[in-house]
């Protein structure tokens, strides 16, 4: 059973930039489709962005234009670069499959805080 460990979050200045990693404990050449997601306090969890093992991203408007996601299969990670951070991006910051089948268990996500 495949586990994700995210990392990389922490507190930076609205404008500013973090770069998410989230590394595998098996293989994920596999997984047809990743993805990032995030959790506000009092929110529900919103899927923000999303890669197929073909290369195809996705992403909602919210986030469109500053975030990219890329896979590294020989490293079994996932990242998440994030630029021109905006307050309203401050969450906990999950990483799992996005396709049927694939969904693994949740991790403890890593916390990204966009404040002056």
């Known amino acids: 059973q495949v586990q994700f460990v995210e990392s990389g979050g922490g507190l930076v200045q609205p404008g500013g930039s973090l770069r998410l990693s989230c590394a595998a404990s098996?293989?994920?050449?596999?997984?047809?489709?990743m993805g990032w997601y995030r959790q506000a306090p009092g929110k529900q969890r919103e899927l923000v962005a999303t890669i197929t093992s073909g290369g195809n991203t996705g992403y909602p408007d919210s986030v469109k234009g500053r975030f990219t996601i890329s896979r590294d299969n020989a490293k079994n990670t996932m990242y998440l670069q994030m630029n021109s951070l905006k307050p309203e991006d401050t969450a906990v910051y999950y990483c799992?499959?996005?396709?049927?089948?694939?969904?693994?268990?949740w991790g403890k996500g890593t916390l990204v805080t966009v404040s002056s």
């Open positions: 799992n499959a996005v396709s049927i089948g694939d969904i693994a268990s």
């Open positions: 098996g293989r994920i050449s596999s997984i047809y489709a």
